[in-house]
């Protein structure tokens, strides 16, 4: 199974405050995502990355931007939070092996406030 | 755009009995079939994969494919209340997007 370590797991910030969530896994993996989750409802691909200085837009339209410098790295960052931003955030990475399948770390609550 | 459907739930199953969770997925170029499991609050969890239409077994859990019918399905026996958790089915195209996710079957194992 992939490690992947996501930082931090609880933050609680006020409106309009930077914040970058920090993702990396120890395997090598060539595919990242990020995915956002609230409570309850279905994951959304938010942001996703073939390869280092590869970037590409998910199925959900995101404020955050995220960017892939080295491999093991996929940090997301949210310029100015809003409380529409609480969420789950979830990151994850594929390759290797197994191809396809995806390995979720644990995520990162983001409350706004 | 590909589509993953699952009936939401909650799907209620008694402890010891066999939970029955179904997924219908649209893109009949789909290569990969993936069960995650979900606790609430916790991130997904990979349970099984099928690549090739029959069922797979693993343990309590058996995965079943059926390509022509665009039909996956996973079956637990022996239900235990810890398995009381949301069943993702996620399909892949083999694309570097990743997998499309179903928004997941609430499963509710009773004592």
């Known amino acids: 199974e992939a490690d992947i370590y996501q930082t931090p797991r609880y933050l609680v910030i006020g409106t309009g405050k930077k914040i970058t969530l920090e993702c990396s896994q120890t395997m090598g993996h060539d595919k990242m995502y990020w995915y956002q989750q609230d409570p309850g409802m279905e994951l959304h691909l938010i942001h996703y990355s073939y390869g280092v200085n590869s970037t590409e837009k998910g199925d959900l339209s995101s404020e955050s931007t995220v960017s892939r410098i080295r491999t093991e790295h996929f940090p997301l960052t949210l310029e100015s939070a809003r409380p529409s931003h609480t969420s789950q955030y979830l990151c994850?990475?594929?390759?290797?092996?197994?191809?396809?399948?995806?390995?979720f770390g644990e995520g990162s609550w983001l409350t706004v406030v | 755009q590909k589509e993953v459907e699952q009936n939401s739930g909650p799907l209620s199953v008694p402890e010891g009995a066999i939970a029955s969770l179904n997924c219908t997925y649209s893109?009949?170029?789909?290569?990969?079939f993936f069960w995650y499991r979900q606790y609430s609050g916790k991130s997904p969890e990979l349970i099984m994969f099928i690549y090739s239409n029959g069922d797979k077994e693993d343990g309590r859990f058996t995965a079943q494919l059926n390509k022509a019918s665009q039909y996956v399905s996973l079956l637990i026996r022996d239900s235990q209340p810890s398995d009381s958790a949301t069943y993702l089915c996620?399909?892949?195209?083999?694309?570097?997007?990743?997998?499309?996710f179903g928004k997941g079957t609430h499963l509710i194992i009773q004592p």
């Open positions: 893109d009949r170029g789909s290569q990969s």
């Open positions: 994850a990475s594929s390759g290797g092996s197994r191809g396809n399948t995806i390995y």
């Open positions: 996620a399909v892949s195209g083999g694309g570097a997007d990743g997998l499309t």
